[in-house]
């Protein structure tokens, strides 16, 4: 996972999702796929796209997108995977900013990771949720620090890998 973290490609997915993930039968071997809406971050990914269930407060407020809103949505992803619902209610909501507001409301409190769904889940695992779904763009991880997170190192199939990608042309 360095070779991954120690090559800045500049590329933002845009559109991390569940549905976006594809998960083998053993729950070892994820996949991003739907790169449709990535964008290279130098050439700017100011248009609003995406799913709004999964936008972070800043863009659904009108900021551009960046690599903490990816984040964002992969904190929203783990919280679905872990206790089978999002933690906010996109549906409920009249509007990007309303849902935005929701969003913050409850962000500033944290999400509460308890409940069945979460009592065999390790400190690890709800630390990464926790980083990832931070209010505050700068205060979430970046990828590398993710994917090489204590949690993730920790797992029994420790030999997981990566797969180095090359960088894309222009």
């Given at each position: 996972?360095?070779?991954?973290?120690?090559?800045?490609?500049?590329?933002?997915?845009?559109?991390?999702?569940?549905?976006?993930?594809?998960?083998?039968?053993q729950?070892?071997?994820?996949?991003?796929?739907?790169?449709?809406?990535a964008?290279?971050?130098?050439?700017?990914?100011?248009?609003?796209?995406?799913?709004a269930?999964?936008?972070?407060?800043?863009?659904l407020?009108?900021?551009?997108?960046?690599?903490?809103?990816?984040i964002?949505?992969?904190?929203?992803?783990?919280?679905?995977?872990?206790?089978?619902?999002?933690?906010f209610?996109?549906?409920?909501?009249?509007?990007?900013a309303?849902?935005?507001?929701?969003?913050?409301?409850?962000?500033?409190?944290?999400?509460?990771?308890?409940?069945?769904?979460?009592?065999?889940?390790?400190?690890?695992?709800k630390d990464?949720?926790?980083?990832?779904?931070?209010?505050?763009?700068?205060?979430?991880?970046?990828?590398?620090?993710v994917?090489?997170?204590?949690?993730?190192?920790e797992?029994?199939?420790a030999?997981?890998?990566?797969?180095?990608?090359?960088?894309?042309?222009e």
């Amino acid at each position: 996972s360095s070779d991954v973290c120690s090559s800045d490609l500049g590329i933002i997915h845009r559109d991390v999702k569940a549905d976006n993930v594809l998960v083998d039968a053993q729950m070892m071997d994820l996949r991003l796929v739907d790169f449709n809406t990535a964008q290279r971050v130098a050439s700017g990914a100011l248009t609003m796209t995406g799913t709004a269930d999964y936008m972070p407060p800043e863009v659904l407020f009108g900021e551009a997108h960046s690599e903490g809103s990816d984040i964002w949505a992969c904190g929203l992803c783990l919280h679905l995977m872990i206790a089978g619902t999002l933690p906010f209610a996109r549906s409920l909501c009249s509007s990007h900013a309303e849902f935005g507001r929701v969003v913050l409301r409850h962000s500033c409190a944290r999400p509460k990771l308890s409940g069945r769904h979460w009592e065999t889940v390790s400190k690890q695992c709800k630390d990464v949720v926790h980083r990832c779904l931070e209010v505050s763009q700068e205060e979430r991880p970046q990828a590398c620090e993710v994917l090489t997170s204590d949690w993730l190192c920790e797992l029994p199939a420790a030999s997981w890998e990566v797969p180095v990608q090359s960088r894309p042309t222009e």
